[in-house]
């Protein structure tokens, strides 16, 4: 799986965006883009994923460069209870040898009033 | 609706004892994981599983055993011989898109 690097820390006010980093400039062609987050004390999340091009669902948008050494998780109107990790990972569609996930450190999202 | 179970939310272990953590889905999905998170830290796997009647150890097993008799079920065991046992335990499933997994909410073991 190829790397990534996600700030540490992020803070957003409620009501606005939240846009959140990843870099994995070792991507291969082969690789998707995942996103999960993980509420305080809850289990990881499943947000949102992709190739090339970019996406949408209910929850979030993804955004992934057109070389795709990075991307940015959108959350369209951060509110209160979108406070979480989030997770950025790279992985072939068919999973790694043995199918876990592999997290990293994550960023850590603080929605603010 | 649909998920994963994960039973009990909290659990107390004593010294010498066995204890097993309940792991139940009803999204029809093949695979099945364990895995084991410490404060700060990613989550770790302990097993997994691709197919009823079959498992496999993954990178933190030893000290833990689990079964797959039913497709719904995938119960795992935290026995005397895992010597810090107190973390937080989830327990996940995935269908056909392998890297789309769905996690319970998680049991947290202590140690009395």
């Known amino acids: 799986d190829a790397k990534t690097t996600q700030p540490t820390s992020m803070d957003c006010a409620e009501g606005r965006a939240a846009n959140l980093p990843c870099n994995h400039s070792?991507?291969?062609?082969?690789?998707?883009v995942y996103w999960y987050r993980q509420i305080h004390s809850q289990g990881p999340q499943y947000i949102i994923h992709?190739?090339?091009n970019n996406e949408t669902n209910e929850m979030a948008s993804l955004i992934i460069t057109e070389d795709r050494k990075s991307s940015t998780l959108i959350l369209p109107h951060a509110t209160l209870r979108d406070t979480a990790v989030y997770y950025c990972?790279?992985?072939?569609?068919?999973?790694?040898?043995?199918?876990?996930?592999?997290f990293g450190k994550g960023t850590k999202l603080s929605v603010k009033p | 609706d649909g998920g994963i179970t994960q039973s009990p939310k909290y659990l107390f272990r004593k010294e010498g004892q066995n204890v097993t953590l309940s792991c139940e889905q009803n999204?029809?999905?093949?695979?099945m994981y364990w895995y084991r998170q410490d404060p700060g830290q990613g989550l770790r796997l302990i097993y997994y599983?691709?197919?009823?009647?079959?498992?496999q150890k993954g990178d933190i097993a030893e000290g833990y055993s689990v079964s797959r008799e039913k497709k719904e079920s995938f119960p795992l065991t935290v026995t005397s011989a895992q010597k810090n046992p107190t973390a937080f335990y989830l327990c996940?499933?995935?269908?056909?898109?392998?890297?789309?997994?769905?996690f319970g909410a998680g049991t947290r073991l202590s140690v009395l």
């Open positions: 992709g190739l090339k």
């Open positions: 990972i790279v992985r072939v569609a068919e999973g790694g040898s043995q199918g876990n996930l592999i």
């Open positions: 996940a499933s995935s269908g056909i898109a392998k890297n789309i997994q769905y």
């Open positions: 599983s691709q197919i009823v009647n079959d498992f």
């Open positions: 999204l029809n999905h093949d695979a």
């Open positions: 070792t991507i291969s062609g082969n690789e998707y």
